[in-house]
């Protein structure tokens, strides 16, 4: 005779575990938004600056550091909210700071500022403008029905050099010595140099003022 055997299937029963009982006592805890300290804080807005005069005790541990930090972080921040004017845009919301009132010291002292030179000034008089990098270093040749460049390499300020006959003027051969065709050279050199004087004297001139 067969004989039918009964499980008994005990009902699952609600606990709590060690675990979560020791994760809800370990959360931390929120700190509290308002500051109060003995001596109340100075702030600078406009450097984002918040200074505490209460002094740290001497045996000071990295939590009373941290706590302090904290302490003082929270502070501005209510100052920034109650204080500066907030605004919402298109970015977002926006505070704006008031000017500092900390003077920040500088490594080095404020440049001079540049004296003008003369030709500066005589072109901000006849109002001449500075032409742009590269502007003007060619020009047509009519002679030549080409474009040919003001300066350099068969440059157009040298016409006349490579000439193969060269008119004589009698009063610059005396003065040059015989050699005409070096004459073109030597007053190109010599305008180089004329205005390399001029310049050095601008700069001097410059200086002195």
């Known amino acids: 005779m067969a004989t039918q055997t009964v499980t008994e299937i005990s009902q699952p ?34 450097n984002l600056l918040c200074t505490d005069p209460n002094p740290l005790p001497s045996d000071a541990t990295e939590s009373d550091l941290t706590s302090t930090a904290r302490d003082g972080a929270q502070a501005l921040i209510n100052q920034l909210l109650t204080t ?4 919402s845009s298109s970015a977002g919301v926006l505070l704006t700071l008031p000017p500092a009132t900390t003077p920040l010291p500088r490594e080095k002292p404020l440049p001079p500022e540049k004296q003008a030179t003369k030709w500066e000034k005589f072109a901000a008089k006849k109002g001449i403008k500075d032409k742009k990098r590269g502007e003007g270093k060619v020009v047509y040749d009519e002679a030549k029905g080409e474009w040919v460049p003001k300066w350099g390499y068969k440059g157009q300020n040298k016409d006349g050099e490579g000439d193969w006959i ?22 190109r050199k010599e305008s180089v140099r004329r205005n390399e004087r001029k310049q050095r004297a601008n700069d ?3 200086r002195k003022v």
Request: hydrophobic fraction near 20%.
């Open 204 to 206: 001097r001139r410059g």
């Open 166 to 187: 060269v008119e004589v003027d009698e009063k610059k051969e005396k003065e040059d010595g015989g050699n005409v065709r070096s004459a073109g050279r030597r007053e």
């Open 13 to 46: 029963t609600q606990t709590t575990s060690s675990k979560q009982i020791a994760d809800a006592t370990s959360k931390p805890q929120r700190l509290p938004v308002t500051v109060t300290k003995p001596t109340p804080y100075t702030f600078d807005l406009g």
């Open 84 to 87: 500066c004017a907030i605004t």
